[in-house]
């Protein structure tokens, strides 16, 4: 959502193109544009979901080679390219966890599941939705903001988060339901 | 299927996030695969994932990263261990299929737990410890009285039950968290079967519940 320092970011019609591209020729030069937009990505997020250096490192580059793998399920009239990657790296965490032994986060994979095939105007609600959500996360306050960040980064449950914040458990659970409801008001396009 | 009772919007969020402890995803994976309602909110709050995945600085990787990945990709791709889905899958005991997120897990027997219930226990490939049991309640059987530690998620698979906060039919997913005790009770017209996870230990009530607490890892 920020701008790059130095080139301009792609846009999120060039990422589904360059994936599109990846899944219908196998262009490795497309593969090597998403890897530099996306695997510096995934190691932070990864990074800020708790996992130890050298894990986020390996689990970035197992998830960009999944999205080579996987490619051609890619599907921009469901989900754009960031969705859909973010979706292969929480499955790859959830995996990883698991294979630790940590039975921490898990269960199946919801994107991998084949779903009925796209209408015509699938492609603009994606896009749509994608725009809406990206709105919407602006819209919110710091600190609701900052809510739906934790449950995105944090395993927690609202009493440790309340600890986190040195908020009483009553003042965080309200909190928490007054951001999530104003995002889903965000989203469902009310204001 | 008209579905009345859904997951709240926090904990569709930890399932998009892949937050859930496994138990609790499981059931919310088998709400989810039957409400298109939630499938819709998930798929909202998964872009949400994307978005977060967009706005974060970039962290440099290893520098041969790319290369490494670039050699991966050339290779022939590696086997996924387990979880994979048995030839013919158990069915419910009142001949329903499992839902489809289950059919990867292996379901115990049906063991007693008190007059009219049997439980069995799911296990979830990858996380033995996970809690997420298969529960048959005969008509008018209530569940022993009980609060828990933390979250409670009941999907209804057939039959109906209800307690003091609703009525819940096939498709419809109580959410309780830990402030509420509660005595689930199947309605009078049949078996109701449910799939349930706890996020937290039960703490079960009434002298029934007292002597079964020690026996019992619900």
Redesign the interface.
């Known amino acids: ?2 701008a790059s320092p130095a080139a301009p970011l792609p846009t999120r019609e060039e990422l589904d193109r360059l994936l599109v591209v990846v899944a219908a020729q196998r262009d ?1 030069q497309a ?2 544009l998403l ?2 937009h ?8 990864l ?2 979901s708790g996992l130890p250096a050298g894990v ?2 390996e689990l ?2 197992e998830t ?2 999944s999205v ?2 996987k490619a051609s399920s890619f599907d921009p009239t ?10 292969i ?3 790859l ?3 990883h966890l ?2 630790e032994r940590l ?6 994979d ?2 991998e599941e084949e779903d009925d095939a796209p209408s015509g105007e699938a492609l603009l609600l994606a896009a749509e ?2 725009a809406r ?2 709105g919407a ?1 602006r819209t919110l306050s710091d600190e609701q903001a900052a809510i ?2 934790l ?2 980064f ?2 927690k ?1 609202h009493s440790e988060i309340a600890r986190e914040l040195g908020l009483p458990l009553g003042t965080v659970k309200s909190r ?2 007054l951001a ?2 104003r ?2 008001a965000l ?1 469902d396009g009310e204001t | 299927m008209t579905i009345s009772h859904h997951p709240s919007d926090e904990t569709l969020l930890r399932f998009a996030a892949g937050r859930l402890p496994s138990g609790p995803a499981f059931v919310v994976a088998t709400h989810v695969s039957g409400c298109a309602a939630c499938r819709d909110r998930v798929a909202a709050f998964e872009t949400v994932g994307g978005a977060l995945l967009e706005e974060m600085p970039p962290t440099p990787l290893a520098p041969e990263a790319l290369a490494r990945v670039l050699a991966a990709i050339d290779g022939p791709p590696r086997p996924r261990p387990g979880e994979r889905r048995r030839p013919e899958p158990p069915l419910l005991p009142d001949g329903h299929a499992l839902p489809a997120p289950l059919l990867v897990c292996n379901l115990g027997p049906w063991r007693w737990f008190g007059a009219g219930i049997r439980v069995s226990r799911v296990t979830i490939p990858g996380d033995p410890a996970a809690r997420l049991n298969l529960l048959r309640v005969g008509a008018n059987r209530k569940l022993p009285e009980h609060g828990h530690a933390g979250l409670e998620l009941t999907q209804v698979l057939s039959g109906s039950f209800s307690d003091r906060l609703g009525h819940y039919r096939p498709g419809d997913l109580a959410e309780v968290d830990s402030a509420v005790d509660h005595q689930p009770v199947a309605d009078p017209d049949g078996e109701c079967i449910c799939l349930a996870a706890l996020e937290g230990e039960m703490r079960l009530g009434g002298l029934l519940g007292r002597l079964l607490q020690p026996l019992i890892r619900f």
Do not use: Y
């Open positions: 959502m920020t490795r593969f090597a890897f530099k996306f695997a510096p990505r995934l190691k932070t997020f990074l800020r986020a490192e970035a580059q960009m080679i080579w793998r469901r989900a754009g390219a960031s969705t859909w990657i973010f979706a790296a929480r499955h965490r959830v995996d698991r294979r039975p921490r986060a898990g269960g199946p919801m994107l939705r994608e959500v990206k996360l739906v960040r449950s995105f944090n395993d449950a928490v339901r999530l409801g995002l889903r989203l």
